[in-house]
């Protein structure tokens, strides 16, 4: 599987982006999705989580209230839509694609998935 993001770009603080993955194959459909970031100098981090029928989703506390992550099965694509965007939500967003397992939540909190999609930078300016 691949998976392609886009929707990267410079925004201004209090501004919103909104991020899209595509993958390559309707597989996708039936595994757990998300996105992770990396900012300069530090570890890639877990940003949020939608399991395939898009009932669940997990967030890191930074991004909960701000972010939203969705999904549309019929274009297999996860979106990320950021409000209230901050200086230090700047990184590469990368979009992540894992079996459904038990342990899907903890697995995908670790950053253990299965697919890993290209990164798309997000630049915040003060």
């Known amino acids: 599987v691949q998976l392609q993001a886009s929707g990267g770009g410079l925004v201004q603080a209090g501004g919103s982006l909104r991020l899209s993955c595509t993958a390559s194959r309707d597989t996708v459909r039936n595994y757990n999705m998300g996105w992770f970031r990396q900012a300069p100098g530090n570890e890639r981090e877990f940003v949020a989580v939608?399991?395939?029928?898009?009932?669940?989703?997990y967030y890191v506390d930074s991004a909960k209230g701000r972010f939203t992550v969705s999904r549309d099965n019929a274009k297999n694509t996860v979106y990320l839509q950021m409000n209230s965007l901050k200086p230090e939500d700047t990184a590469v967003y990368y979009c992540?694609?894992?079996?459904?397992?038990?342990?899907?939540?903890?697995?995908?909190?670790?950053?253990?998935?299965?697919?890993w999609g290209q990164g798309t930078l997000v630049t915040v300016s003060s």
């Open positions: 939608i399991s395939p029928s898009g009932i669940l989703t």
């Open positions: 992540a694609a894992d079996s459904p397992v038990a342990t899907w939540v903890s697995r995908f909190r670790q950053g253990r998935v299965d697919y």
